[in-house]
Structure formats: structure tokens, C-alpha cells
């Protein structure tokens, strides 16, 4: 509920601090006194469009801050969770306005778009009067009011959500879908792709191997002649050898009788390398034993290198990179088939949404249907008492237009009204009336007000065009809503004014050199003198007195 409402320098407010109460509020006062200015005022802090002409005269800008207490009132306390706005104490809306016409908003600290005080001040606050914040003339609130008075609040979530849930089923299929051409072409490319490179059958360490035989047998004639002339020059030439010179080095110095002893160890040098030697010219003539110059592998392991080159070409990378080049076009096509698997899986989702949102969406539009009538015959003997006699009220149910499973539901919501006997009913949006808007606004909140979820109500001047017995129902009415809650009344009704549970009473104090609105709090005599002069005009009699008296006493018991 509002608890605290700060206004400086707003129109020809110079300062005001109001602490606000629950209960019923009545706000008094003559005509152009400042009670408009004060709900003015809120309204920009609950997100209104603002001028410089707000601004008081003489002064660079004006400041408006509204401060609630969120406790009984957890969908606003979500809203700022959501938004990391959350603070320890009441909640506080800001709003500056400077005399060049910029505006700024503030919420529990932080600057915010001028939307965000609007929509958290919905969640606060609901004005009743003539102006476009009006919020008995949306739709929305009309099936809101429907779906809270017949406790199916938790159902209408329950559909809304079915509805978010197909709908971002059936984005996601659409998307998967559009591309399944572009796919289907992708996966054929590919399926070709790998069936060429599993035909190929490259392994892991073949191209390495075949490019080094390949190498050798090109040079077979030339490796094959040095192989010779190696073995010739360690062992077989006439001329000399390396194994013959060893040989005669080893004979020649162990001949000696006496060997100094470095001598020994050039003799065991010399008998390692003839031996390291003769092992050498035992794997060359091995190798050439064994090595066989064939013409047709070699042809073959050219055939097999063009083709190995020849892929790689193809997908311009070099021949080492097939392998795994394979591996990824394996994944992708992997990829791309589960996306398959996906879309007929979103297709059975999307269908069992439809299924569960129909089903809540039907619980849901019997409870309203069954709950319309009772609202439209409870609001419509509320307008009987607020002097409306003959007023109809209904609540009609229209099927909605689409296919498509909507946040609403099956149906839009609208309340229906004639104010005047013969009248057909119209629209609420389209009443002429302000007063009988107002009225019509109270009645439903009334019957409504055991499941509202808005904490402060307000109405302003919901007296307009009425008087005695009706006046005092209207009274009446708002005393009981304000039991329920919080209630802001701007009255000119002394009917209205007795029974408030509390009374402010908002004058202009003249000085030398300007005029500025104040605001006191009526207690005692101060208030039955008010309500007297709301009675009797200017000059209070014993009489006005003690009918205000009277008045006053009734309502408080």
C-alpha cells in the first residue's frame, strides 16, 4: 500500500509530505484548492506523461517520490525480483521532472524507463476517474477481475504458460523446418563425401608408408648400384678393403709381445669395427637379396598416391588432412539426422501442448462462463443502490478469432453496461458518462474486492452527478473497501466525507507574493467543522454542526 507521498515544486505545490494509512482516506477541500494536483502527481510517479509546465513557477524542477509498502503484495515484489530492483524497506518511485521538460525515473534508487513505472505502478495501484490510466477500460483487467473473482487465477497462468510453451514448440519446428531444403541438400553432399572417402579406406599411417616405398623404388637402380659399391669397398675389392686393412691393423699389433696399455685400447677399438663391419656388409647383401624391383607395385603404389593427391585436391586440404576431414564430415551428418529425429520429435510435442492447452483452456472458460453470471447479477444490483435504476451489467465471453492456442485463452473477456433503462449495453470503454464510469468502477470493485490483488485503490471525485441516499451508499461502499484495504477518496459529498476512516483536508495558503497548497489532517472538531461547511456552505450553524456530528458518529459505529 502507499504509505508516504513526497511532492516538491509540482504546480503550486512548494512542499507536501503526506503518511498515508489504511482504511478509507477521504480528501477534502474547495474547488481548485490542489486535490487534483496531489493525484496528478501520484500518477506521474506511477508513470504519467509529464511537461514542463508541472514544474512550479521560479524553480528548475519538480520531485515526486511515492513510497509502498510491498508486503501483502507479492506479484510486485516478483516484478522487481525479476529485474534486480529488490531492497530491504519500502519500495520507492521517483519521479523528475525539469522546467526544460526532461524526465527522469527512478525506482527503489535506480533510473528506469518511464514503462517500468508504469508497469510496477499497475501492480500498486488502480485510479478511478476519468483519465487514460483508467484501467477498468482494458480488456485485460476485465478478464482478470473475471479469472480472480472465480479463483481461477492459478488456471489462467497454467494456460498462459501451455500457450508460451506451444508457441516457442512451434517457432522451433518452423526453424528446423524452413531449413530442411538447405539440410536435405547438405546431407546428400555429405553422404557423397563420406562414400568417397570410405571407398578410399585410407588408414592411419598407410600414406606415410606408401610415400616412402614409393621414394625407394624410384630409386632402386641408384640405391641398389651404391649398396654394391659400399659392400665392394668394405670387403670385397682386391684393391683393398676396410675389412682386409682392419685385419691386417689388428695382426700387426698384437704381434707385439709387450703392449703399453693405451695400445690395448686401440686394439679393442679396432676389433669393435671390424665386427660393427662385417655386420654392416651382412645387412647390405641381405637387403639385396630381398629387394625386389618390381615395375607393377611400384604402378600400383602410384595409382593408389593419385588417388590419395587426387581427393585432397578435391576438397583442397593437403593428403594428410583426410582422415580427419572425414571424422568431421561423420559428425556433421550425425548432426544433421538428429535434427530429423528432432523435428519429429517437436511434431509429437506441439501436439501434445495443443492437447493440454484445450484441456485448461476449457476448465478454464466454463469457470469463467459460470463465474460471469454470477459477477454481471452482483455488480448489476451494486449500480441499482449507486443510483444507476435500470442499469444492466453483463459480462460476455467471445470466442476467439484464431487457431492458435492464445495466452488468454479460448475466449476475450468484456464487460458490458446501460446505464439508463432502454439503453443497450455497451461496451464499458464506451460510456459517456465520467460519473457514471466511476460508479460503475466502484460497483465492480466492491463485489471484487475480497480477490483483488491491487492494494490502493483510488477514486476521484466518483461523486459527480449524485446525491442524497445514493451519496451515502457511495460512502458506504468505499468504507467497506477501505476495511478490505487501502482507499483514496477525493469527495465533495459530506455523505462521502463521514465515513472515512481518516480525513485530509487540502487548502491554499496565501502569502504576499504567491499561493501554495497545503494539507492537514482533520481530527475532532476540525473535521465536523468540514464536513458542516460541505453541509451548509461558508457560515457554520449549530445546526450543520450537529447534522455533521451526527453523520460522523454513524459511520464510526
Known amino acids: 500500500m502507499l504509505v508516504h507521498l513526497s511532492i516538491h515544486n509540482y504546480a503550486i505545490v ?3 509530505d503526506l503518511e498515508l494509512d489504511t482504511g478509507m482516506t477521504v480528501i477534502t477541500g474547495e474547488t481548485g484548492a490542489g486535490k487534483s494536483i496531489m493525484l496528478d502527481a501520484l500518477g506521474l510517479a506511477l508513470g504519467d506523461r509529464a511537461d514542463s509546465g508541472a514544474v512550479r513557477p521560479g524553480t528548475d524542477k519538480a520531485d515526486i517520490l511515492a513510497s509502498f509498502d510491498l508486503t501483502a503484495t507479492p506479484e510486485a515484489r516478483a516484478w522487481l525480483a525479476e529485474r534486480d530492483l529488490e531492497r530491504e524497506g ?21 533510473p528506469c524507463p518511464q514503462g517500468d513505472l508504469r508497469a510496477l505502478g499497475e501492480l500498486l495501484i488502480d485510479i478511478h476517474n476519468q483519465h487514460e490510466h483508467q484501467s477498468l477500460l482494458k480488456n485485460d483487467t476485465h478478464r482478470r477481475l473475471l479469472d480472480e473473482y472465480a ?23 518452423e526453424r528446423l523446418s524452413n531449413a530442411g531444403d538447405e539440410q536435405r ?61 682392419l685385419t691386417a691393423s689388428l695382426q700387426r699389433l698384437t704381434s707385439l709381445q709387450a703392449q703399453p696399455g693405451p695400445l690395448g685400447e686401440a686394439v679393442n677399438l679396432l676389433a669393435s669395427a671390424q665386427i660393427q663391419v662385417e655386420e654392416a656388409v651382412g645387412e647390405l647383401n641381405r637387403f639385396l637379396d630381398h629387394f625386389d624391383v618390381d615395375p607393377q607395385r611400384q604402378q600400383s603404389i602410384e595409382e593408389r598416391l ?3 593427391y587426387g581427393l585432397a585436391r578435391k576438397h583442397r586440404i593437403p593428403p594428410g588432412e583426410l582422415i580427419p ?36 483452456a476449457g476448465e478454464l472458460g466454463e469457470l469463467r462462463r459460470q463465474a460471469g453470471e454470477r459477477l454481471a447479477t452482483a455488480v448489476e444490483g451494486q449500480m441499482q443502490r449507486l443510483g444507476m435504476p435500470g442499469g444492466r451489467f453483463a459480462i460476455e465471453l467471445h470466442p476467439s478469432a484464431s487457431s492458435e492456442p492464445l495466452p488468454q485463452g479460448l475466449e476475450q ?65 468505499l468504507r467497506q473497501l477501505g476495511q478490505q484495504g487501502q482507499v483514496l477518496t477525493v469527495t465533495h459529498l459530506p455523505q462521502v466525507a463521514a465515513q472515512g476512516h481518516r480525513h485530509l483536508f487540502v487548502h491554499k495558503a496565501r502569502g504576499i507574493d504567491e499561493t501554495r497548497t497545503a494539507v492537514a489532517r482533520l481530527e ?16 457554520l450553524t449549530e445546526e450543520s454542526l450537529a447534522h455533521a456530528r451526527r453523520m460522523i458518529g454513524s459511520a464510526q459505529t
Open 413 to 477: 473477456v468484456e464487460f458490458l453496461v446501460s446505464a439508463n433503462p432502454g439503453q443497450p449495453l455497451k461496451p464499458l470503454a464506451r460510456v459517456a458518462s465520467g460519473g457514471e464510469l466511476s460508479r460503475i468502477s466502484l460497483a465492480i470493485q466492491v463485489i471484487t474486492a475480497q480477490t483483488s490483488r491491487t492494494p490502493t485503490l483510488v477514486f476521484d471525485e466518483v461523486d459527480v452527478g449524485i446525491g442524497g441516499p445514493t451519496a451515502e451508499v457511495v460512502g458506504q461502499l
Open 151 to 173: 479463483g481461477a487465477s492459478e488456471l489462467a497462468r497454467q494456460v498462459q504458460m501451455a500457450a508460451q510453451r506451444w508457441r516457442q514448440t512451434r517457432q522451433e519446428l
Open 325 to 360: 576431414l572425414q571424422q568431421r564430415l561423420r559428425s556433421e551428418l550425425a548432426g544433421l539426422n538428429a535434427d530429423d529425429e528432432t523435428l519429429e520429435h517437436l511434431d509429437r510435442e506441439l501436439a501434445a501442448y495443443a492437447r493440454h492447452y484445450r484441456e485448461k
Open 306 to 308: 593419385d588417388a590419395i
Open 185 to 245: 541438400a547438405r546431407q546428400q553432399l555429405l553422404n557423397y563425401q563420406l562414400e568417397e572417402l570410405e571407398k578410399l579406406a585410407l588408414g592411419d599411417r598407410e600414406l606415410g608408408e606408401l610415400e616412402l616405398e614409393h621414394k625407394t623404388l624410384s630409386n632402386a637402380e641408384q640405391l641398389l648400384g651404391n649398396c654394391r659399391q659400399v659392400i665392394d669397398l668394405c670387403s670385397e675389392s682386391d684393391a683393398g678393403n676396410v675389412l682386409s686393412a
Open 524 to 539: 475532532g472538531d476540525s473535521r465536523i467543522a468540514e464536513v458542516a461547511r460541505m453541509l451548509g456552505g461558508l457560515e
Open 90 to 110: 519500502p519500495c520507492i518511485l521517483r519521479r523528475v521532472i525539469t522546467a526544460e521538460g526532461r524526465s527522469r525515473a527512478y525506482i527503489n534508487g535506480s
Open 14 to 16: 512548494e512542499h507536501l
